[in-house]
């Protein structure tokens, strides 16, 4: 039986930061927010709604804390890799947002430290945890559909982050597509050999900021499966999320949800609901079902299903679709460090 709650510090608390603020002290009561960190001051109101104790401008403060036994990275990707480094050197447990770090060469130096430390580590590829992907995902497994054949993936947003955004994101395989490429790694059960791209660039802003909007992305496994994802920063329609996986006794997937399912079909007309409008309500389930797996790893000693393994792995992809979009040609992984 533990002695005291488990004591957890959140560092960022931006968009994500809050969602995951939120979730902590809605839905579990076996930890304690012991402390938040913002360069914003301003959000140390934050603190009397969620009944946190301490606010501290500077990550490198809250971490020094010794009450604080696990902390939540969800601050922009360009602090992710200094602030993990600094949390496993002081022996902090720790969850991140992905990705890691825009550099494959930083991720594995993360991964060198976190071994070295000892200290659990967890990567926010909160799909995994979604209640339809895990059904999924258990048909697979199961051969509910034989061999798998070929994996499609649809991941389009409603509309672009700010062009600010963009210019930091790392770009669209990066900030995006990171996702899609840890989903199909995960049902393919497999490593990928090679990679290519084809891309298109509608909004000119963005292509003025040296990012691309569209993209179609090939995977080639090492057990033969073949991906498609299909990739657009604006989707008039919503934001459109779905998976096929087909094999050689039949196919599964997820179809897009919206928000409702309800239509109308009469001889006039057609009318169905829209997709849920972005990441937020789409995945609210999957943010809760992964702080559930962190906080249980912390609680029972567990190590995280998705690691700094798979932070690796989906870097180094995402990193080879980029390269093979420069040079309009396929890229196989082994090529790359």
């Not at 909007?213 to 090939?218: G, H, N, R, V």
């Amino acid at each position: 039986m533990n002695k005291k709650k488990i004591s957890i510090g959140v560092i960022g608390i931006g968009r994500i930061g809050k969602i995951h603020l939120k979730n902590l002290f809605n839905h579990f009561k076996s930890i304690k927010i012991e402390a938040i960190s913002d360069t914003n001051e301003k959000l140390k109101k934050l603190c009397k709604k969620y009944n946190i104790g301490k606010f501290y401008k500077s990550y490198q403060d809250l971490i020094k804390d010794k009450s604080i036994d696990a902390v939540l990275i969800c601050s922009p990707t360009s602090f992710h890799s200094k602030q993990i480094i600094f949390a496993a050197k002081h022996k902090k447990d720790i969850f991140c947002e992905k990705p890691v770090d825009l550099s494959l060469e930083k991720t594995i130096e993360v991964l060198n430290i976190i071994n070295k430390n000892k200290v659990k580590f967890m990567i926010g590829f909160n799909r995994r945890f979604d209640p339809d992907f895990i059904k999924v995902k258990k048909m697979v497994d199961e051969g509910k559909i034989g061999k798998v054949q070929t994996i499609k993936i649809t991941s389009r947003d409603p509309n672009p982050p700010s062009i600010d955004y963009i210019k930091n994101s790392g770009g669209l395989f990066i900030d995006m597509t990171i996702h899609d490429f840890d989903m199909a790694c995960n049902i393919a059960n497999s490593e990928v050999n090679e990679v290519f791209t084809s891309v298109n660039t509608i909004n000119k802003k963005i292509k003025k900021a040296g990012d691309i909007d569209t993209a179609l992305t090939t995977l080639k496994f090492e057990n033969n499966i073949i991906c498609s994802i299909d990739n657009s920063r604006k989707s008039v329609y919503g934001y459109d999320q779905r998976i096929e996986i087909f094999g050689s006794k039949g196919m599964c997937g997820i179809d897009k949800k919206n928000n409702t399912n309800t239509f109308l079909i009469n001889d006039k007309k057609i009318k169905k609901s829209f997709p849920k409008d972005f990441f937020i309500t789409r995945y609210k389930d999957a943010y809760i079902n992964e702080m559930k797996e962190f906080v249980d790893c912390l609680i029972n000693n567990n190590k995280p299903s998705v690691g700094i393994e798979d932070a690796v792995n989906s870097i180094r992809i995402a990193i080879a679709a980029k390269l093979s979009y420069k040079k309009n040609k396929k890229v196989e992984l082994k090529t790359l460090y």
